[in-house]
């Protein structure tokens, strides 16, 4: 379509998949499916509107921001959205495959033992900042390199979007809650009789639970939390992917930036997120999407000519 990018592309083709989903694989756990197919097609005609009226109005720095940021905006919704849709192709949660990966792995369970084995808060605190420092990541990498460079910030967008969307598709398919099955009772799931001996006490320590950022990832959690939503970790997949555009484009804050990666990695497991094999899978992913994504945009940015107004930014900055 006439000034579409890659990444208005991305999203409208997964708004699309996943309304087609929607409409021909929803079952009884997917209430109000009407609804969110709506939703859906009302979506795909908003963004629409937006990418004409950027076009239309090149000089409204608003229309100019939002244009362009929107997908960042959609990440949130999206996310929550896979929890409603997770089981219209498994009924029941697939736990077992990841715990019986982890203990195949590791011996035990690190998602579920390890702040117990670690209750330090400062060791905590700094974990819980680490994993939170993840919305920092995507917003804060994005909004600089707007400001800074639209060439740039095209070219982290889409990538990172398009990260995003294959790992939402991912949790549709094959929906695993994370370590939390192993501490407390998750509604329409139980451990299989032969992982029973396997659980543990839900209860967290109280050190840890003094921290702030403790705290305050308890209540994103409450607001935000997608249940299924486990494997790969888009936490680390997404943070790896932020992290390839700070050696790209953002040189002074790389290795700090690459250090904070390699904590939040750490504290996903600690902080009963996800299991070893969600860390592992989320580094494969990355691994393998960002250079995908890169490869694409980089062939849709060719496609449009020397005269396109997106053009690819491969030179780093020193």
């Known amino acids: 379509m006439k000034h579409y990018t890659f990444v208005d592309y991305a999203t409208q083709a997964y708004l699309a998949l ?3 989903l929607i409409l021909f694989f929803h079952n009884g756990t997917v209430p109000h499916w009407p609804w969110l197919l709506a939703g859906h097609c009302l979506a795909m005609a908003l963004v629409h509107g937006l990418i004409q009226a950027r076009e239309r109005y090149p000089a409204n720095r608003t229309l100019g921001f939002l244009g362009h940021f929107y997908p960042v905006l959609l990440f949130a919704p999206l996310f929550c959205e896979t929890g409603r849709l997770n089981r219209m192709f498994f009924p029941h949660y697939l736990d077992a495959l990841a715990i019986r990966c982890d203990q195949a792995l590791f011996g035990w369970q690190p998602g579920a033992m390890l702040m117990a084995k670690l209750p330090w808060l400062p060791l905590s605190e700094l974990l819980y900042a680490a994993y939170f420092s993840y919305y920092v990541m995507i917003g804060g990498v994005g ?3 707007f400001l800074r460079s639209r060439q740039q910030f095209f070219h982290y967008v889409s990538v990172v979007c398009f990260v995003f969307y294959i790992c939402y598709l991912i949790y549709i398919v094959l929906p695993i809650v994370g370590p939390q099955v192993l501490s407390h009772e998750i509604p329409g799931y ?9 659980a543990t006490d839900h209860a967290y320590p109280d050190a840890v639970k003094a921290g702030p950022f403790f705290q305050l990832m308890a209540w994103i959690y409450r607001v935000f939390e997608a249940p299924g939503a486990a494997l790969p970790s888009s936490h680390v997949a997404i943070a790896l992917c932020t992290v390839f555009f700070s050696f790209r484009y953002l040189r002074r804050i790389r290795f700090l930036h690459l250090a904070t990666v390699v904590l939040l990695c750490f504290s996903t497991v600690y902080c009963h997120y996800h299991y070893g094999i969600d860390v592992l899978t989320g ?17 849709s940015v060719s496609r449009s000519g020397p005269g396109a107004k997106v053009q690819t930014a491969f030179s780093y900055n020193r």
């Open 18 to 20: 996943v309304a087609l």
């Open 143 to 145: 909004l600089i390199l």
């Open 190 to 198: 139980s451990l299989p009789p032969d992982l029973e001996y396997l």
């Open 283 to 299: 580094i494969v992913t990355a691994a393998t999407l960002v250079p995908l994504g890169n490869w694409l945009y980089s062939r």
